[in-house]
């Protein structure tokens, strides 16, 4: 088994650098294997952040490819889904309780 290809965000996550984001969550799904996201250096996120994850987590699904967070979502990131209600839906993802998707 191949290992996930891992794309680790840094610093701030908000709208200013939503596009960066999704530009390299793309480029990660483009080569068809498993991805790993990493957010633990995340130092600021906003809902366009998270709104951009689960648009890659919809588009791998769709493809088949497995992605997942490389740790559960903490610090400013584990905030803003607290705040935009994520977690009563998407626990299982943003908690890492489904791992087999990597």
């Known amino acids: 088994m191949t290992a996930p290809t891992t ?3 840094e610093g701030e996550q908000t709208i200013r ?10 480029d990660g799904l483009a080569g ?5 996201i990493d957010c633990r250096a995340v130092t600021e996120a906003d ?4 709104q951009v994850l689960l648009a890659a987590r919809k588009a791998s699904a769709r493809r088949g ?3 997942a967070l490389a740790a559960p979502a903490d610090g400013p990131l584990l905030a803003c889904l607290k705040s935009g ?4 839906s998407e626990a299982g993802f943003w908690m890492r309780k489904d791992d087999a998707d990597v």
Do not use: H, N, W, Y
């Open 85 to 88: 209600g994520f977690l009563s």
């Open 7 to 9: 794309i680790v965000f």
């Open 17 to 26: 650098t939503v596009a960066a984001a999704a530009d390299r969550l793309k």
């Open 47 to 50: 809902l366009t952040f998270v």
């Open 32 to 36: 068809g294997g498993a991805v790993e």
């Open 65 to 67: 490819i497995g992605l």
